[in-house]
């Protein structure tokens, strides 16, 4: 992004109260940012500020966008006969319907798997860690929320 796409991108934000005299803030704070990602932001913001944002609010909006993360595969295989597994307090019973396989059997998905530590039993981080659909999106999300808590707004 050039300083020019930037000024462009955060014109339409001009209306909002306190806007700065000077973008040279937004330029140091956002100049690494995706264009399309902040043109996105500014929309979402020019909706729901009341004031102009600060770098670090644009930023939170553009981490709290939605990313394109791999499909998640289907790791359920229908069961032929349910089973009872167990029983609710209410005395309903909970029918199993399914087994599920997980994309990682050293982790079972948790992205931690068994290790020994001094002879200890120990966890350490899964070599799948990097690119389990599960854990992906799991983080995803974590961090889409904890970008709405930093803008203090909701997300897209
Ligand atoms: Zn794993």
Redesign the pocket.
Known sequence: MTFPELQQALDGLRGLSFPPQSLQTHWLGLQDVDLAALRRAVQHAAKTCARFPAPAELRALIEAQPRDLPEVPVLTTPLETPRVVGTLPTGRPIVQTAEYDAW?P??D?S?W?PAELGGAPAVRR???WSD?PLLLRARDVQARLAAQRTAGVKAP
């Open positions: 990682c050293e982790c998905d992205g798997a899964c070599r799948c389990n």
